[in-house]
């Protein structure tokens, strides 16, 4: 049976493919959320008693576990920026709102007491498990701040570690 031609524009198409892009229960959220059940942390899921309504809370060490999607948070900022073509100021400003409301919810977040880490949807993907080993190691730290863990922007974040702790 021979296939309809498409006969959509490229705007429906677009504005199709926006519309199922999800804003709870994201792949990455649920790696994280699976890979930290796994190991014994309970958390809640996008806890609205709080600002921001993380991703995931872990009520008792008032941790907010934030896992930012590459584009939608603006990682790299800079360099996807310049490469914008596309409706260039919607996505420009869209964005950078994004930037603003995320570093306005980690700061009252702060403010409550709350430790915030961000993950970033590439380091999640890269790996799971170093992701879940940096939140264990916040829940045996009692101070509050905003997290951004360093370790998952090297390229194989446990190979330098294991290379580092040689020397």
């Known amino acids: 049976m021979a296939k309809k031609p498409d006969t959509r524009t490229d705007e429906e198409k677009r504005s199709y493919t926006m519309s199922r892009i ?33 991703d995931i809370a872990i009520v008792n060490y008032k941790i907010a576990i934030f896992c930012d999607g590459d584009f939608w948070h603006g990682k790299d900022w800079e360099q996807k920026k310049a490469r ?26 702060i ?16 790996d799971v498990e170093a992701c879940v080993d940096i939140v264990l190691s916040f829940m045996q730290e009692d101070r509050p701040g905003l997290r951004y863990p360093e370790i998952l922007q090297l390229e194989k974040p446990l190979m330098v570690a294991e290379e580092s702790e040689k020397q």
């Open 22 to 54: 999800r804003s709870k229960a994201t792949s990455i959220e649920i790696r994280l959320q699976k890979a930290l059940w796994h190991r014994g942390v309970r958390y809640r899921k996008n806890y609205r008693k709080i600002p921001g309504a993380p």
């Open 84 to 109: 914008l073509n596309n409706n260039r100021e919607y996505w420009i400003s869209k964005i950078e709102r994004n930037m603003e409301r995320d570093k306005r919810f980690s700061q009252e977040l």
């Open 111 to 126: 403010d409550m007491g709350w430790q915030v880490v961000r993950f970033w949807e590439s380091d999640i993907k890269a």
